[in-house]
């Protein structure tokens, strides 16, 4: 059974950092990427990065370019998403996704999903 599983989301102010982590268990012998995605109320959830088993990383989207960072560490089948420079428009439920095939920002490229973890910033 795979399972998927975010921590670190948190209250914090505008301009603070976060680090986002997500562990994916149940992919025994697979190669699979990683993915960050985020719904804000009332819109559509939105691809954020994703990078792949080799740690290359495929995909960010624009507005966090620069100011976000993802990595894994696959001996933990672990992936993290530093945020930095974070701003009331990043508040969002970040969810995180593990796919075998293409590292992109499309949710429907995604298989297995976690529950999220909730991020707010304040102005």
């Known amino acids: 059974q795979v399972q998927v599983v975010e921590s670190g989301g948190d209250l914090v102010q505008a301009g603070g950092s976060l680090r986002l982590a997500c562990t994916a268990s149940g992919l025994y012998g697979l190669i699979y990427n990683l993915a960050w995605f985020r719904q804000a109320p009332g819109k559509e959830r939105e691809g954020v990065s994703c990078i792949r088993a080799n740690g290359v990383t495929s995909y960010y989207t624009d507005s966090v370019k620069g100011r976000f960072i993802i990595s894994r560490v696959n001996a933990k089948n672990t992936a993290y998403l530093q945020m930095n420079g974070l701003q009331p428009e990043d508040t969002a439920m970040y969810y995180c996704?593990?796919?075998?095939?293409?590292?992109?920002?499309?949710?429907?490229?995604?298989?297995?999903w976690g529950q999220g973890t909730q991020v707010t910033v304040s102005s």
């Open positions: 996704a593990a796919n075998v095939g293409t590292c992109s920002g499309l949710s429907t490229d995604f298989r297995y």
